[in-house]
């Protein structure tokens, strides 16, 4: 039985866009989308989001958040997360990138001499 009654998520004030969200979720999420497209699908993803104070698990290695940030996430987008400040988006992280940038992490942290590492005790 479908359900008579439709939970539909409630219009927020219209988020405004950063040229620098632009070009990253261009860079991260849609290569192929024009800018004023980028724009749209941030403004659709930013109606229907579920806002967070703290970012999701695979971005916490990556990802801290600040007084007065959130972290917009839609389920029908669920690799991607929008940073908004004071009602603007500021940028765009993807599962992927994130992922990227924790392998880099690991990697330069494995290049470090053993005493330089955190935890290392002395000897």
């Not at 219009?11 to 969200?21: F, I, K």
């Not at 109606?47 to 698990?57: E, F, G, S």
């Not at 990556?62 to 991607?80: D, K, Q």
Request: aromatic content about 6%.
């Amino acid at each position: 039985m479908v359900p008579t009654t439709s939970f539909e998520p409630v219009q927020r004030s219209h988020l405004r866009v950063t040229e620098h969200a632009i070009d990253r979720y261009i860079e991260r999420v849609d290569p192929k989308a024009c800018r004023m497209e980028a724009a749209s699908a941030m403004d659709l993803i930013g109606d229907r989001a579920t806002v967070r104070p703290r970012p999701r698990h695979w971005m916490r290695l990556t990802v801290t958040g600040s007084p007065g940030a959130t972290f917009l996430y839609w389920a029908e987008a669920p690799g991607v997360c929008l940073l908004a400040t004071d009602e603007v988006i500021a940028t765009v992280f993807t599962r992927e990138t994130c992922k990227r940038w924790q392998r880099v992490r690991l990697m330069l942290a494995d290049r470090r001499p053993r005493d330089k590492r955190r935890g290392a005790s002395d000897v």
